[in-house]
């Protein structure tokens, strides 16, 4: 017998090893070696990580979709693995070596250093992997792979020689996004804009023609002055088109620079003059370009003014040499002031980039690295989306991909790091550089080069984290090597991700796919939104609104917040997750649970060769024509990614038909002396809990698990796990006739019970039922089931009437109209007098919420999630207000 509560806690490890022992999750199982395939690439986490609500989202969808396969009869992979996440785990390392009293990562040197990382990624790393399997993904765990293995170094490696070779691959001075505290170059990923209260600082920047003119420009960054090789003006802008070709002093330096036409340059913004430092500015650094303007570095990598005074490159003026640029900025803004050369100080509110991991300012910083031909590359990725080989869902993120990719810049792919794929790449003695797939190669290209055995030294830097990333669809299959897997599950099916990382891994993926595979990586890419909390704030520890998801685990299930997230997972439609709504659906894994006691304890256990299509109890071929729209429902939400669909479905089909109605509507039957129809009843409800087990299964994989293996302690045996069982496929079984005539009385139950509510009838009250001059097809279908009728909607008699009694409230299903006579039940002026107060009520609540609304300043001003609130109130207060009318119409009538 099952046990009395559902006590997650207790059954998903039990399930977990289950699977575990029965290989369930394996690919290429031998039952399915003719079997279509079907597979999806996790995307791996981070070696640090540890499991927050975006994973949780993103791996149930994933699982969702690799369950329902599974159960179609695919051959399934669900390839898992990590990423070795560079600058994050080497900041761990480095953390701990603090907090543990030894040296630093320079004291110990690289090889110690490395050794020290691997240490800890063996015995601290992949948290996050058991964190998954709590959740119940089915990844076929087996084949977990790691960024960092010797077979994914190998491809890394490969790609790297192969890109050079073409010209793909190869070393610049540009700017970057350069990390002054962690010495490093990082991606824009990694870069977080802080909303800062600064200052526009206006400098006179005098004529060389004529010193006692000026222009002013105005600027954020006072510091970066020192650098500038220009000042731009809007070559249509009448104020300055006269001074195109001339040059100004710049201050404090003293060297002449030139005054530039360039339609960067917003003469409605500032002065409309602005400086151009294109060694320190992205947006200067391309006007730079176009006008071939000296890029002058003032900065050094610790983000202080150069200070190597023996330099002949170093134009940093002596004064300000070797300073931190933010008291450089203050020197140089007072001694631009003491030369009368400040013409105002404006307060600014500014967006100003900061490193997500050291939280300092980031500076655009001119530096030699390594970087990938990404416009080549990207030209036939963008034809695979335009032919839809790939496809997006929702496609309305084609536009996004699309704007990056016909826009996109060079692939910096260098990191000034220890921890990672170290580049390929060793340099002679005059700098002559060698790419090979190892020393022992180099040495030989050197050789050839130089005519003799020369030292060589290696590129200290490692590849940034997402170019091994990039190669995830096929080198965990595998590649290089010619295997198996590659054959079999390359291309992927289905990549799951969110919209955050389309540039810099979904956009990787299909250039790199592509190129080495001649094949997309995938054929559809699921965009998932965010999710957020209650009020829609994005969830942040400096907010506190970060909802922990192994907390809901430990209180609700796992079950409990997969279905949560399923159920509110609409297509590009971020999810507002409370606490209440996984609480609300752990009440819905009760209620199954409790269904299948039931049905155990009235001996409802699976027959062989039962036959669905041959049941001849009206309420049994009601519900299997049920579940059959329900199973077609769920697959078709499934297939097309629409989860909540699917979710809602299934669920208002197991609590809302076959719990609430079918279970109830049977009860006479169950409790009768037809062993006929009681046997075959019993049969039906045993056969329909388990089609219930199987649709929610891909949503709530642990209680259905149980349940299937529990629910044959007597009866017909399993022929496998759920897991692995057959997904339902029926066709035929919906009977009109009682699907028009069960349908017509659960109508009429639910229309009873709502006026008695509406009303204000007291619950325990049984109430006469007027059916006023029936059809025969009405009279029929009450004398059929007047008994449940009368037991579910608590009523002590059904007469037919040819005009309703006074003081009856009518109700109107299709032709047919009842009428519940309430004199003598409720106080008919008082319940009228109720339902006008809380009318008014309504309304004003109504109108305050439009008030709001209708006032430009509140919404402009307002949170989007407090825009929304009052949104959704008068929506609420419109139904509450239509609700009370009826009822108001019902005592009128």
């Known amino acids: 017998m099952l046990e009395k509560t559902y ?12 699977w575990d022992q029965q290989e369930v999750f394996k690919a290429g199982r031998a039952d399915r070696k003719e079997a279509p395939a079907f597979c999806i690439v996790i995307p791996p986490p981070n070696v640090t990580g540890s499991l927050h609500m975006g994973h949780a989202l993103n791996n149930t969808l994933q699982d969702i979709l690799c369950r329902f396969e599974r159960m179609r009869g695919k051959d399934v992979l669900w390839q898992p ?58 990844c076929d765990w087996s084949r977990e792979r790691f960024t960092m293995d010797k077979g994914l170094s190998q491809a890394v490696v490969k790609v790297f020689v192969a890109l050079y070779k073409e ?73 300055y088109k006269a001074l195109i070709g001339k040059h100004v002093v710049l201050p404090l330096v003293g060297r002449e620079i030139p005054i530039v036409g360039d339609a960067y340059s917003d003469p409605e913004k500032g002065t409309g003059a602005v400086k151009i430092t294109p060694a320190h500015d992205f947006n200067d650094f391309d006007v730079g370009k176009r006008h071939g303007l000296d890029q002058i570095n003032v900065l050094d990598a610790h983000g202080k003014l150069l200070d190597a005074n023996n330099d002949p490159n170093n134009t940093v003026p002596e004064p300000y040499r070797g300073m931190d640029r933010f008291v450089a900025r203050e020197k140089i803004v007072a001694d631009m002031e ?29 530096t030699d690295q390594w970087y990938v031909d990404a416009e080549t590359l990207a030209k036939p990725a963008i034809e695979a989306i335009e032919t839809e080989k790939t496809r997006f869902v929702p496609k309305n993120w084609e536009k996004t991909y699309f704007e990056w990719m016909r826009n996109i810049q060079p692939w910096c792919i260098s990191r000034q790091l220890w921890w990672g794929h170290q580049i390929p790449a060793w340099y002679g003695p005059d ?110 520890k400096s907010k506190g609104n970060v909802i922990d998801p192994l907390e809901l685990v430990d209180e609700f299930g796992a079950d409990a917040l997969r279905f949560t ?127 219930v087990l199987k649709i929610l299964h891909p949503f709530m994989p642990y209680i259905t698990e149980e349940l299937w293996t529990h629910m044959v302690e007597h009866g017909e ?40 509510a509406e009303m204000n009838v007291p619950a325990g009250a049984k109430l006469p039922l007027e059916v006023v001059k029936p059809a025969d097809v009405i009279k029929q279908r009450i004398k059929s089931y007047a008994d449940t009728i009368q037991r579910m909607a608590r009523l002590d008699d059904i007469s037919y009437v040819k005009v309703p009694s006074k003081g009856a409230a009518l109700i109107v299903i299709d032709d047919a109209t009842l009428a519940l006579p309430l004199a003598g039940v409720i106080d008919m002026e008082a319940e009228r007098s109720r339902l006008n107060k809380e009318m008014g009520k309504a309304e004003k609540d109504r109108k305050k919420a439009e008030a709001w609304l209708a006032n430009s300043d509140n919404v402009a001003k307002s949170p989007a999630h407090v825009v929304a609130l009052n949104k959704a109130r008068i929506v609420e207060h419109s139904e509450r207000i239509s609700r009370l009318q009826s009822a108001l119409k019902r005592i009128e009538g």
Request: charged content about 25%.
């Open 7 to 18: 006590q997650p806690a207790e059954i998903e490890p039990r399930i977990r090893e289950i």
């Open 167 to 239: 010209g793909l691959i190869y070393k610049d001075k540009r700017l970057v996004n350069w990390d002054p505290k962690f010495q490093t170059a990082i991606s824009d990923l990694e870069v977080v804009p802080v909303e800062t209260k600064g200052h526009l600082w206006h400098f006179k920047y005098p004529l060389k023609d004529d010193p006692s003119k000026h222009i002013i420009v105005a600027t954020t960054r006072p510091e970066t002055m020192l650098g500038d090789t220009a000042v731009a003006v809007h070559p249509d802008d009448d104020r």
């Open 717 to 756: 045996q399993r022929a496998s796990v759920l897991a692995l069982s057959a997904w339902p496929e029926f066709d035929g079984l919906v009977s009109e006739d009682v699907e028009q005539d069960i349908g017509w009385v659960v109508e009429m139950i639910s229309e009873i019970r709502s006026v008695r």
């Open 338 to 366: 003491a030369l009368g050369l400040l013409d105002k100080i404006e307060e600014h509110a500014h967006t100003v980039p900061h490193g997500d991991r050291s939280n300092v300012v980031i500076e655009p910083w001119l």
């Open 565 to 691: 997230l399923s159920a509110m997972a609409a297509q590009g439609r971020d999810i507002k997750l409370s606490t209440d709504r996984v609480k609300g659906y752990r009440n819905f894994a009760t209620k199954l649970w409790n269904a299948s006691r039931l049905a155990e304890m009235n001996e409802c256990v699976r027959q062989k060769d039962f036959d669905p299509a041959s049941v001849q109890e009206p309420l049994n071929r009601w519900i299997v024509g049920k579940t059959e729209q329900a199973v077609k429902t769920v697959g078709a939400g499934i297939e097309t990614y629409r989860f909540n669909e699917a979710a809602s479905s299934a669920y208002e089909f197991t609590w809302g038909i076959f719990c609430d109605w079918y279970l109830e509507l049977i009860k006479s039957i169950l409790a009768g002396d037809d062993d006929v129809s009681k046997s075959e009843t019993r049969a039906t409800v045993a056969w329909v809990l388990d089609q």
């Open 431 to 540: 700098g002559e550089v060698f790419v090979a797939h190892s020393a022992k190669d180099a040495a030989a290209l050197a050789k050839s080069h130089y005519k003799k055995t020369v030292e060589l030294t290696r590129d200290e830097d490692v590849l940034d984290t997402w170019f091994s990333s990039a190669l995830w669809p096929f080198s965990t299959l595998g590649w290089p090597e010619k295997t198996p897997e590659i054959a079999r599950f390359y291309p992927t099916s289905t990549l799951v991700t969110g919209f955050d990382i389309i540039f810099f891994w979904i956009a990787r993926m299909m250039m790199m796919g592509l190129h080495f595979m001649k094949e997309v990586p995938f054929r559809d890419i699921y965009i998932h939104a965010l999710v957020r909390d209650a009020k829609g704030q994005k969830m942040s």
């Open 81 to 138: 693995g990590m990423d070795h996440a560079g600058i994050a785990t080497q900041m761990v390392v480095e953390r701990q070596l603090a907090a543990d009293g030894e040296p630093d990562r320079r004291a110990l040197g690289r090889d110690k250093f490395l050794e020290k990382v691997w240490t800890w990624k063996e015995e601290s790393g992949g948290t996050i992997i058991n964190q998954l399997r709590r959740l119940g993904v089915s």
